[in-house]
């Protein structure tokens, strides 16, 4: 591996499973702080394909999707489902994940890309989506929101929410995340963007996250989080690369009173922006615990203003993410009931 720090940062395997046998100390629950606020954390995904094998965090014989459900929501309280941003999900699913964890469980799930602005494949449409398509939109390999017809992109919207609605009905849906591309820059419109999001998805809580730095440059700084908690939209605070054009800084700011969300996606800036890297090798970081240590004060502070704090590993590579998540949980339930 290349890279600023790669080697460093990436000991293999190994390393993140002898780390992780040395957890003695962390707390499958929600971690409760004295003003009744809450702790959750966990990491984005429990299916990735690196993770799956035998021994490195799920136990040997744990090998269908209910038993791998079963096993993580035993060690954690919180997961983020990404594989929503890919294609819409299904209801029945959700119906069976809110089945298969225990109560107090919660679910974060990612928006599907067009409810973003991003593009997808018209492939990986519902049928039903596809078949209502004009004929020249069908034909094309990816479709952007504004390809849509009104209906149709009223359509997706209508579909993501029914299928979430399981979750919604168990009180296990945490938020829908709604994670923007780095061409969308602040500005009136895209304010206005951030509104109708938060509209159409009514009463389903939503968070915010941003992949342009300029929402966070110099003189929008403010304005990005006075407008933020003006409308009580949770805002994502992330753990990633800097310097680059799509890097946002990790400022720690509450902008609603219920949900806070840390979303870790390791450093890896040799990858960040590379082109036709895969997303292993893209979020292939395990934190060293100095860097997680850094960290807790931070978490504190946010967990004392918002109600619900989420912390999210998404350096699903392997086990990174999992030890990642044990070694905070470890650290922070010792940091708030000291």
């Keep these: 591996m ?6 460093h940062h990436d000991p293999g395997a190994q390393s993140a499973t002898e780390r992780a046998e040395a957890i003695t100390d962390a707390p499958a629950e929600a971690i409760s702080l004295r003003n009744g606020h809450r702790i959750r954390i966990g990491t984005a995904g429990w299916t990735d394909k690196t993770l799956l094998p035998a021994g490195l965090f799920y136990p040997e014989g744990v090998d269908t999707p209910e038993d791998r459900l079963r096993y993580y929501a035993s060690r954690f309280p919180l997961v983020e489902i ?4 890919y294609g819409l999900p299904v209801r029945r699913n959700s119906e069976l994940w809110a089945a298969r964890t225990p109560d107090g469980f919660r679910f974060d799930i990612k928006a599907y890309a067009l409810m973003t602005g991003h593009p997808t494949e018209v492939a990986r449409l519902p049928r039903t ?5 004009p004929a020249s939109i069908a034909a094309q390999r990816r479709v952007y929101p504004r390809d849509l017809p009104p209906e149709i992109y009223d359509e997706v919207w209508g579909i993501f929410r029914d299928a979430i609605q399981p979750l919604v009905d168990a009180g296990k849906l945490g938020s829908v ?9 602040p500005g ?5 963007a951030l509104l109708e999001a938060r509209d159409r998805l009514g009463d389903i ?3 915010v996250e941003f992949r342009n730095r300029g929402w966070f440059e110099s003189r929008s ?3 990005t989080l006075q407008f933020l908690s003006d409308h009580s939209l949770p805002y994502v605070i992330v753990d990633e690369p800097q310097g680059l054009p799509n890097s946002v800084p990790p400022v720690a700011a509450v902008t609603a009173p219920s949900l806070a969300i840390v979303r870790f996606h390791g450093r890896r800036d040799d990858m960040w922006n590379r082109r036709g890297v895969s997303v292993a090798d893209k979020y292939r970081y395990l934190y060293d615990r100095d860097e997680l240590a850094s960290w807790i004060p931070r978490v504190l502070d946010v967990a004392e203003t918002a109600e619900e704090t989420h912390v999210v590993f998404n350096n699903c590579y392997a086990n990174y993410g999992t030890t ?3 070694e905070m949980s470890a650290m922070l339930a010792a940091a708030a009931y000291d």
Excluded: H, I, K, V
Excluded at 2 to 7: H, L, V
Excluded at 82 to 85: A, N, T, V
């Design 129 to 133: 989506l596809r078949e209502s398509l």
């Design 324 to 326: 990642n998540a044990r």
């Design 177 to 185: 995340l709604l994670q923007y591309p780095q061409w969308f820059m």
């Design 188 to 192: 009136t419109a895209a304010r206005n």
């Design 82 to 85: 990404d594989s929503s941003y």
């Design 205 to 207: 809580s939503c968070t």
């Design 221 to 223: 700084r403010d304005r």
């Design 2 to 7: 290349t890279g600023s720090g790669s080697a």
